[in-house]
């Protein structure tokens, strides 16, 4: 095989045709429809909010390296700035949407005692400043606030310069060195950010198309990083990699192609921009080759900036599984769209019923004494959930998928608490055994250990804040889920997962017998898109992607006995 050849080259670079066209038009009046664009009220409000804050972090370094003792030539010359990053930056922002921030200071203002010191206290007592929430102990430390209304995600970054200057490049890696790893998580959301802006060969056809794919993703119930689905730069990763596939794709054409490709794709093989660069910082990248860990990601998307980070690392068996399938659903009504030569948008974006899919359910229950404490809390544990789907896919020997659902739910009576579900099914695959489809499971030991060991090592627990975990059955849904406290007249769906009630008095919430109803649905797929693009590779470049790539998930998972086990009501009201 020709190794002169360029593994990112165009599949196809066929322009639209009449059709295409056509179709693109009934796509951009769905999308207004939809009301996936601002206004230009609110953009402007955005505009003069980003300018008040950067002039608050400027003021800030001042007054903090005056109080440092500098001269006052330093402090004159004392600067931060701001940048953005995230659906702001890329531009497929919609009304009411948060915007990713990040503030670039000098060496000499910490982020423990500066940043979310000094800054945080001065932005605290501003009248302009509401719901201040400092996440102090995350992978990526952030702070929360509305200013004016609007949103805003503000990260940090000290970077190795004792004055800042107005036209800094961060896109240099020399902006990484001498900084420490959080510091450098900081700087690459926005350093991936204007890489992908750069990589795409039509910015304006990817942000249309990725508008698209933003919209479909919510209303499929697969946007939400934290819970092991997509988030915003792994959609934005997907859709530019498909637009480099189809440089001359207008937007219509590249909702359709996307869900060709990802309904053909060969997870765990990588999806990537660009050839994953090792630097010359010594800074860990994403090498399956290097680091065994790598070779465990189930769905990697890698970031293009310096230094490559797989963005998908929270994605499980489960939740891949579930992807998967939606890719499978949209290529399908995509396929019947170019088919009929019709335009049925409104079914490719048909929110998923998940209230009604599923005969098992848990329903995760948090509490706290005010709304400090539950917007603490809340973070906390919804970074913690895809955990407990983790432990149940290891406890059950992947036997039970997990569907957590992205979003939280609140009934009004209850102003300090909130409700997550996950969706439970058996996993559908064909077995000859009738006994494997009578397997028991147990899930007491695995909710007991995600409370006390994943759950109640928070830092910052306080004795009102609790959690409680049990089993609800699809008709033990309280209505507070539904639309307007109603709930449907009809389920419209289910996952083939039979569950039979405990016949014991010692609780009313065990899954004691999960068995399939009906036959594993055998799915064709057609490697036509894949080969061409795998097409491209060398042997060595195949060996790389595919073979050290490949999930090594054959280490011995926990195994549950089988019997009459159960799960039973799980409280924790504090460690």
């Not at 795409?200 to 092991?228: D, E, H, I």
């Amino acid at each position: 095989m020709d190794t002169d050849i360029d593994i990112w080259q165009p599949v196809s670079r066929s322009s639209p045709d009449k059709f295409d066209l056509l179709e693109n038009q009934e796509l951009e009046k769905f999308l207004t429809k939809t009301g996936v664009f601002e206004s230009q009220e609110e953009s402007s409000k955005r505009e003069e909010v980003l300018g008040r804050l950067d002039q608050i972090v400027k003021t800030w370094v001042k007054n903090l390296s005056r109080a440092k003792g500098y001269s006052e030539s330093i402090v004159d010359e004392a600067n931060a700035k701001l940048f953005t990053f995230g659906s702001y930056r890329l531009g497929v922002h919609g009304p009411g949407a948060d915007i990713d921030t990040l503030c670039v200071g000098p060496n000499y203002a910490s982020r423990s005692e500066d940043f979310f010191g000094g800054l945080q206290k001065m932005l605290s007592e501003m009248p302009e400043v509401e719901e201040l929430h400092p996440i102090t102990e995350a992978y990526v430390p952030v702070m929360k606030f509305k200013f004016n209304g609007v949103s805003i995600d503000l990260l940090y970054a000290n970077v190795s310069l004792s004055c800042i200057p107005e036209d800094l490049d961060i896109s240099q890696d020399s902006i990484l060195q001498n900084v420490d790893p959080k510091t450098v998580r900081s700087l690459n959301g926005c350093r991936v950010t204007d890489l992908i802006l750069r990589l795409v060969p039509n910015v304006k056809t990817f942000r249309t198309a990725l508008k698209c794919m933003r919209l479909w993703a919510k209303q499929r119930g697969v946007y939400s990083n934290v819970s092991g689905f997509l988030g915003g730069i792994n959609l934005a990763l997907l859709v530019a990699r498909v637009c480099q596939m189809y440089p001359n794709a207008i937007p219509s054409m590249l909702v359709t192609r996307f869900f060709r490709v990802y309904d053909q794709w060969r997870w765990p093989l990588p999806v990537m921009l660009c050839p994953v660069e090792e630097g010359s910082l010594g800074l860990q990248i994403w090498d399956p080759r290097t680091n065994c860990m790598d070779k465990l990601h189930r769905m990697p998307i890698i970031t293009p900036a310096y230094p490559s980070m797989n963005s998908s690392y929270n994605v499980s068996a489960s939740t891949l599984q579930f992807m998967v399938q939606e890719f499978h659903r949209g290529n399908e009504i995509c396929r019947a769209i170019e088919v009929s030569k019709g335009s049925c948008w409104d079914s490719l974006f048909e929110p998923f019923a998940f209230f009604e899919t599923y005969r098992n359910y848990l329903q995760i229950d948090i509490a706290a004494k005010n709304g400090v404490d539950l917007l603490n809390w809340k973070g906390w544990v919804e970074s913690r959930i895809r955990l407990l789907t983790l432990k149940i896919e290891r406890d059950t020997n992947g036997m039970v998928q997990c569907h957590p659902h992205p979003g939280e739910f609140s009934e009004k009576s209850k102003p300090f608490r909130h409700s997550y579900f996950m969706g439970l099914q058996r996993k559908q695959q064909g077995s000859a055994n009738p006994k494997e489809s009578q397997l028991q499971v147990d899930l007491r030991t695995t909710v007991d250990e995600f409370i006390n060991y994943d759950v109640n090592e928070y830092a910052s627990w306080k004795e009102n804040m609790s959690i409680q975990v049990f089993h609800i059955k699809r008709k033990e849904i309280p209505n507070f889920v539904f639309p307007g406290g109603v709930r449907p007249s009809k389920p419209i769906g289910e996952r083939h997962l039979s569950v039979k009630r405990s016949r014991s008095h010692t609780t009313d919430a065990a899954i004691d017998t999960i068995s399939k109803k009906t036959k594993r649905s055998e799915n064709t797929v057609h490697f036509d898109i894949i080969s061409e693009i795998l097409g491209n590779f060398d042997s060595s470049q195949l060996l790389l992607l595919e073979g050290l790539c490949s999930n090594s998930s054959s280490s011995k998972p926990l195994m549950v006995e089988n019997g009459k086990h159960r799960m039973q009501r799980s409280h924790a009201a504090g460690a």
